[in-house]
Each structure stands twice: as structure tokens, then as C-alpha cells.
């Protein structure tokens, strides 16, 4: 069993819609949670990260961490054919160094 | 891609041969990392840097050396390439908390 599982997809929306993307993990000592985006051909970037549980908003992008279902989402409002990418969901805790797995992405689709 | 380079963005290569990959990074940030992502698998760390001259390894470091000798400066060796070995490199870089990752754009490599 991978220590993060995140469907590939790919997932198709219409523009407008409400995106939620998911991850599972297995592994309790995670308290940091990360969600990527990579479009195609690119490095990942950074779109936002949340410690512990609870939720984090920033723009469009909603993160929520619920650590006692080991589940992590990223809400994407009024979703563009901008935000048509790769999303990679990340976790980390530290073990002297921080320990970072990521999960295989997502690839979403918004179309116009 | 915040201040990371990396060379060359592609290569292809014959099985048995030493590949260089280089990442330079303009940010001061004393991590740096060394990833491929391939489908399915999503980005496995291959080695990671933590100061000049001090690395170790991650999970997928079977046929991989890395040195660094200057802080700006991250090379990956794949000692005799093998088809295995086909895939996309990212660097990636992080001032100390690793779970705040920025990524290079990549480097293609194919193994024939």
C-alpha cells in the first residue's frame, strides 16, 4: 500500500464548477499537507499548504486536512481553463529532516 | 520556476553511458533535492542535498550519485544509464522547511 493515494483521474468539468480533488494517506505522523499544480511540461508549483487539520482558503483554492480520516481535499471554485493541470497532493513531518511523499496527481480538465 | 535552472532540458542517451544532470539555483536556499516522476509513481526523491558536501539518499538512489560543491550547484550522475532510467528530473529547492518545496522545470531524459 502507497503511503499517499490520489486518483489519477483525468477529471472533466465545465467552466464555473466547484473542483474537489482528494488524497488518502496512511501514514499518522504527516502534519504537514501540500497540494501542487503542474502544467504540462513544467515543475510543479506550490499553490498552498496547511499544517495539522482545519482548512485554509487562498483566492479560489480552499485546502482541508482531516487528520482523523487521514483525507485531504482542494476545492477549486468558479473553476477556469486556467486551472486545467496536474494536481500533485504532498505530505511531510519531521524526522530530523523533513520526509515528503507525494501522491501520483490528478489531472483535471475545465472546459470553456 | 523560482530562481532554478537546470541543464540539459533534454537529452537522450545510449544505455551503458554516464549522464550529468545539473541544477543551479539562485535563492541561497540551503536544500536541494533531486526527483523523477514517472507515470503512475508520482515524484520519488532520488537524493537530496542538505549544505555544501553533505547529501543523502532517498528512496529510488539505486544507480545515482549526486555531488555539491558549492551551494549553488546540485549534479546528479546516472553512473551507466539503463533504460530504466528514462524519465523526467526535477530539481527542487527549499530554505530549511522541506515541506515548501519550489521545482525546477525539468529535465527529459531518454535512454535508448
Known amino acids: 500500500q502507497k503511503e499517499v493515494e490520489q486518483d489519477p483521474g483525468p477529471l472533466s468539468v465545465p467552466e464555473g464548477a466547484i473542483v474537489s480533488l482528494n488524497c488518502t494517506y496512511s501514514?499518522?505522523?504527516?502534519?504537514?499537507f501540500m497540494w501542487y499544480r503542474q502544467y504540462s511540461r513544467k515543475g510543479p508549483e506550490l499553490l498552498m499548504y496547511t499544517y495539522s487539520s482545519g482548512n485554509k482558503e487562498d483566492g479560489r483554492f480552499t485546502a482541508q486536512v482531516d487528520k482523523s480520516s487521514k483525507y485531504i481535499s482542494l476545492f477549486i471554485r468558479d473553476s477556469q481553463p486556467s486551472d486545467s493541470a496536474t494536481y500533485l497532493c504532498?505530505?511531510?513531518?519531521?524526522?530530523?529532516?523533513?520526509?515528503?511523499?507525494f501522491g501520483a496527481g490528478t489531472r483535471l480538465f475545465v472546459k470553456a | 520556476d523560482a530562481g532554478i535552472t537546470q541543464s540539459p532540458r533534454h537529452k537522450v542517451t545510449e544505455t551503458g553511458t554516464p549522464v550529468t544532470l545539473r541544477c543551479h539555483q539562485t535563492?541561497?536556499?540551503?536544500?536541494m533535492y533531486w526527483y523523477r516522476q514517472d507515470p503512475g509513481h508520482g515524484l520519488r526523491l532520488i537524493h537530496y542535498?542538505?549544505?555544501?558536501?553533505?547529501?543523502d539518499k532517498g528512496e529510488v538512489s539505486d544507480g545515482y550519485s549526486v555531488s555539491r560543491s558549492k551551494t549553488e550547484d546540485f549534479l546528479l550522475t546516472l553512473e551507466s544509464a539503463t533504460s530504466s532510467q528514462t524519465s523526467v528530473y526535477f530539481c527542487?529547492?527549499?530554505?530549511?522547511?522541506?515541506?515548501?518545496?519550489?521545482f525546477g522545470p525539468g529535465t527529459r531524459l531518454t535512454v535508448t
Open positions: 504532498a505530505m511531510s513531518y519531521n524526522t530530523g529532516g523533513f520526509k515528503t511523499i
Open positions: 527542487a529547492i527549499s530554505a530549511g522547511q522541506g515541506y515548501e518545496q519550489y
Open positions: 542535498s542538505y549544505g555544501v558536501k553533505d547529501t
Open positions: 501514514n499518522s505522523a504527516f502534519q504537514y
Open positions: 535563492e541561497n536556499h540551503r536544500y
